[in-house]
């Protein structure tokens, strides 16, 4: 069935640091893929997404490039923050799906 | 609009307790869902209706489980029988779109501890 597998934390960086979240995904044909963000004591939100190969989600100076030949949606940051300290998912959603399909997750802590 | 609430934020029950969880989605969405979270895993999907149609179950929602949305407006998560297995983040999100091309908003969920 359709999966999703992240990279597993805890994670801690220093400010200012280079951020990549590994993120693979099996599924039967092309689903669109998600990274969804949880802050302390929040719900989940969504941070970005992309809908076909090649698309690349962007916001909040983090990014994820849709790539179909490695069936994977890694999330990078250039610079992170002490405010980008939250767990991290990947979800994936098949097509034609209402079901999204999340990893564990990642536990991102960033120190000053 | 004032995103998706859910009540309660906590509840404690004893084993084979029944409990009931609401769930209030952002107004003019059509879309609600329910996703269960339990300690380091991602969550997991439940249930799905459009308006007032239950459209899909996932096998993990046992004949113990049961949800409803009467009025295609909120929605309500209904355990009967506890067990501690069910103790669990329980989700609600709602989305406007087919398959939430925008995102679906999430609550803050519930959660459960069955002692």
């Known amino acids: 069935g359709d999966s999703v597998t992240q990279m597993e934390g805890p994670v801690t960086l220093s400010e200012e640091a280079f951020l990549t979240i590994n993120c693979t995904y099996t599924?039967?044909?092309?689903?669109?893929l998600f990274w969804y963000v949880q802050y302390p004591g929040e719900g989940l939100q969504l941070l970005l997404k992309a809908t076909k190969a090649d698309d690349k989600g962007s916001n909040k100076g983090f990014e994820a490039t849709y790539r179909k030949e490695t069936t994977s949606f890694h999330l990078e940051k250039g610079s992170v923050q002490v405010s980008d300290s939250a767990v991290y998912f990947c979800?994936?959603?098949?097509?034609?799906?209402?079901?999204?399909?999340f990893g564990k997750g990642m536990k991102l802590t960033v120190n000053p | 609009d004032t995103g998706v609430s859910q009540d309660p934020r906590h509840k404690i029950t004893k084993r084979g307790q029944n409990v009931t969880f609401r769930c209030d989605p952002i107004?003019?969405?059509?879309?609600l869902y329910w996703y269960r979270q339990t300690l380091g895993q991602g969550p997991e999907f439940l249930t799905y209706?459009?308006?007032?149609?239950?459209?899909?179950k996932s096998r993990l929602l046992s004949d113990r489980f049961s949800a409803e949305r009467p009025k295609g407006s909120f929605s309500t998560l209904e355990i009967q029988r506890t067990e501690q297995g069910d103790s669990a983040m329980y989700l609600c999100?709602?989305?406007?779109?087919?398959?939430?091309?925008?995102?679906?908003?999430f609550g803050s969920g519930t959660r459960l501890t069955v002692v």
């Open positions: 599924a039967t044909g092309y689903p669109s």
């Open positions: 209706f459009q308006n007032e149609a239950q459209l899909e």
């Open positions: 999100a709602s989305s406007l779109e087919a398959g939430g091309l925008s995102g679906y908003t």
């Open positions: 107004s003019e969405h059509n879309r």
């Open positions: 979800a994936q959603r098949g097509y034609g799906s209402e079901k999204l399909v």
